[in-house]
């Protein structure tokens, strides 16, 4: 323990983030950084616990608790406020390969299961975490380390997300020959398009593929498994073929005007948005922009979030984000949403406290159930209506809606962005290969062994388990390989 008596005697405290009517106008990263002597105060709050729920990596009540890659937080904690910087950082490195993502985009289910929540505020875990990858990557400690011994084993991994990046890095180290193939121009799958730079800067991605490189992994853009090359042809001609190509169909909505112009899905408009920066600086303009126009986000999670974000950006006349769910309470409910579960508290994300500097309140309606989209005699749309809810759960975990009668509205709209889900993978590649899905149309592979219905076919990640958070891919990711290492030379030495 760094000090017996940390958590009472400091507070918890998060580095101050540029002001939001600074950041909107241009597309940074947000966060500023604490000094090393103030990351070595807030470590001094981890009790070091002897049951440590922080890195436990469970589901309960349908969401995450405690670190999922079991990241061994309260020693790189402890070693934080010893001073003993790059220790911290090999030991993050056991079990994380890319703190540097996580660091930024997680929600850190680690801090929500923090013992130190229980009565008080928790570590900054996530904070501390960014600080010990930025600085070894500043520091120059993180190197490439190419396996001094190849197996003579071929591995194709499908898909450069965090999955397909954590399964690659660690087949790999195993020393096998691991080639990974990636629809989009760049690799890093939705780490790269699905997450705006605002979040996580694509030099950061693109400085972990540089190392990856290095270390021996090959790595093919604009190729689609199952239209460029056919699925066959990887099975003929690797030893195992390992699929991470995420749950990338879009959740539709079966609502009246859905084909006016101006209702588009959430990716389209984000991944427009970032590729036209990318490659531009916007200057190209093939994006779908919001610039002077009243935009409806319909969908109250991350992605419906970054819309929000986005639209900011481009200069958007107004915002506002619909959620079917109630707003949350102030305090965690200690009866329905006990520790160590993630608090399901309200707090306002980086996009809402945009939106409420600019305009002057949250962007967010709560409870509301869009009915119908209404066009103007060109087709264009000019408007939605809603109705507030009631939302229960059935005994068998249904969700059910209840309009109130008398609760009609009717929002001025110019782009609505549909940003409520997907609804799993993709099946040309699971069509050719003839590959069993679960009763939601994910790869079936059990979680542990990722083996799939057709043999030295693997699956792990969103293509297996649905959508979900980035480290749950690089958890999937990192045992899938050891599976994989397994099938091929009947033991493994992968964690």
Not at 92 to 101: D, R, S
Not at 109 to 129: F, H, M, Q, R, Y
Not at 315 to 321: A, F
Not at 430 to 456: F, H
Request: glycine share 10%.
């Amino acid at each position: 323990m760094s000090t017996p008596t940390g958590f009472m005697d400091f507070k918890r405290e998060l580095p101050t983030d540029r002001d939001p009517l600074e950041r909107i106008k241009d597309w940074g990263e947000f966060h500023k950084h604490f000094s090393d002597d103030q990351l070595r105060t807030q470590g001094a709050r981890c009790m070091d616990c002897g049951t440590p729920y922080c890195h436990t990596g469970m589901e309960l009540n349908g969401s995450a608790s405690g670190c999922p890659v079991n990241n061994l937080i309260p020693e790189w904690n402890n070693l934080i406020y010893r001073g003993l910087w790059h220790e911290a950082l090999e030991r993050l490195h056991k079990t994380n390969n890319f703190p540097e993502f996580t660091g930024r985009v997680c929600p850190a289910p680690c801090e929500g299961s923090c013992t130190v929540g229980l009565i008080g505020d928790a570590v900054t875990i996530k904070t501390i975490e960014q600080a010990i990858i930025d600085k070894g990557f500043d520091e120059g400690w993180v190197v490439p380390h190419p396996p001094k011994v190849r197996t003579g084993k071929r591995v194709a991994v499908v898909g450069s997300g965090p999955a397909g990046l954590a399964t690659a890095a660690q087949l790999n180290k195993a020393g096998h020959t691991v080639t990974v193939y990636e629809r989009a121009d760049r690799i890093g799958g939705l780490l790269v398009y699905g997450i705006p730079t605002m979040k996580l800067e694509k030099d950061v991605v693109q400085r972990r593929v540089d190392l990856l490189e290095a270390e021996g992994i090959t790595f093919v853009t604009n190729t689609e498994i199952g239209k460029d090359i056919p699925a066959a042809q990887l099975m003929n001609e690797f030893d195992a073929v390992v699929l991470c190509g995420g749950a990338t169909k879009p959740r539709e909505v079966d609502i009246e005007g859905r084909n006016l112009n101006g209702v588009h899905l959430a990716m389209d408009y984000l991944n427009g948005t970032i590729k036209s920066y990318l490659d531009s600086n916007l200057e190209d303009g093939n994006y779908i922009s919001a610039k002077d126009k009243n935009v409806i986000v319909i969908g109250g999670g991350d992605t419906g979030t970054d819309c929000v974000a986005t639209a900011l950006r481009h200069g958007c006349k107004s915002v506002t984000q619909f959620g079917t769910h109630a707003k949350a309470p102030l305090e965690r409910d200690q009866v329905s949403n006990p520790w160590p579960e993630f608090p399901n508290v309200y707090t306002l994300d980086y996009a809402q406290e945009e939106a409420k500097a600019l305009f002057g309140e949250d962007p967010r309606a709560f409870s509301v159930l869009t009915k119908k989209f209404v066009g103007d005699e060109n087709g264009n749309l000019k408007e939605l209506h809603t109705v507030q809810i009631e939302r229960t759960v059935d005994e068998t975990g249904r969700k059910i809606y209840k309009e109130i009668p008398g609760t009609e509205k009717i929002w001025p709209a110019d782009i609505v962005l549909i940003a409520i889900g997907f609804d799993g993978p993709e099946n040309t590649i699971i069509n050719q290969l003839g590959l069993e899905q679960d009763r939601r149309s994910n790869v079936k592979a059990s979680y542990g062994d990722y083996r799939t219905s057709v043999d030295k076919v693997f699956a792990a990640g969103d293509m297996r388990r649905g959508q979900s958070l980035v480290v749950w891919a690089i958890n999937e990711g990192r045992e899938a390989a050891r599976e994989v290492d397994r099938y091929l030379m009947g033991t493994t030495m992968l964690p």
